[in-house]
Antibody, heavy 119, light 108 residues
Framework: QLQLQESGPGLVKPSETLSLTCTVSGGSINSFSYYWGWIRQPPGKGLECIGNVYYSGITYYNPSLKSRVTISVDTSKNQFSLKLTSVAAADTAVYYC???????????WGQGTLVTVSS | DIQMTQSPSSLSASVGDRVTITCRASQSIRSYVNWYQQKPGKAPKLLIYAASSLQSGVPSRFSGSGSGTDFTLTISSLQPEDFATYYCQQSYSTPPDTFGQGTKLEIK
């Protein structure tokens, strides 16, 4: 059973870059033909998909965030990462890493990490 | 992009009630809809996948139905632990995934 764990700073200053890493344990990220991705949830609000990277390295981004987002996978470390540039207070949220198969449900979730954007 | 419209946004009900939450897709997504339950401070938990398949370990009072554009999640007899927020999500298209706006189920 795979486990996902987010890591990264919990506080980021406005205009700086938010960087998070998701470490996958319990199996090789390469052995799953999965979309690995990031979902965020602002306080008291709903779920928003930021984007995904397919195990092959192909990326898919939310059009509303595309200009600021980079998602990458490092199979040697069994990790995938998120970079969100030029952050503002509206980017304050719990960030989840997650994984699903094509056409499948999101069956792997990290526990989530709160990132606050504040000076 | 496929939009998912979920209703109602909130719902008050009592233990033992039958409740239904609906989700409408902006285009046909066949049966590729999934339902999640989220409690405060926790990651969403998968309840139903492929519109009507019950995830292992989920109580049978939860059920899903629908195909094409219209889907429902039904809880046949509410239990105290069911008061939470529920989300639908489509997995028909390539990412980014889209979710419904959520339904907060509260105790009456």
């Amino acid at each position: 059973q795979l486990q996902l764990q987010e890591s990264g700073p919990g506080l980021v200053k406005p205009s700086e870059t938010l960087s998070l890493t998701c470490t996958v344990s319990g199996g090789s990220i390469n052995s799953f033909s999965y979309y690995w991705g990031w979902i965020r949830q602002p306080p008291g609000k709903g779920l928003e998909c930021i984007g995904n990277v397919y195990y092959s390295g192909i990326t898919y981004y939310n059009p509303s965030l595309k200009s600021r987002v980079t998602i990458s996978v490092d199979t040697s470390k069994n990790q995938f990462s998120l970079k969100l540039t030029s952050v503002a207070a509206a980017d304050t949220a719990v960030y989840y890493c997650a994984g699903r198969a094509p056409f499948g449900p999101i069956d792997y979730w990290g526990q989530g990490t709160l990132v606050t954007v504040s000076s | 992009d496929i939009q998912m419209t979920q209703s109602p946004s909130s719902l008050s009900a009592s233990v033992g009630d039958r409740v239904t939450i609906t989700c409408r897709a902006s285009q046909s997504i066949r049966s590729y809809v999934n339902w999640y339950q989220q409690k405060p401070g926790k990651a969403p938990k998968l309840l139903i996948y492929a519109a009507s398949s019950l995830q292992s370990g989920v109580p049978s009072r939860f059920s899903g139905s629908g195909s094409g554009t219209d889907f429902t999640l039904t809880i046949s007899s509410l239990q105290p632990e069911d008061f939470a927020t529920y989300y639908c999500q489509q997995s028909y298209s390539t990412p980014p995934d889209t979710f419904g706006q959520g339904t907060k189920l509260e105790i009456k």
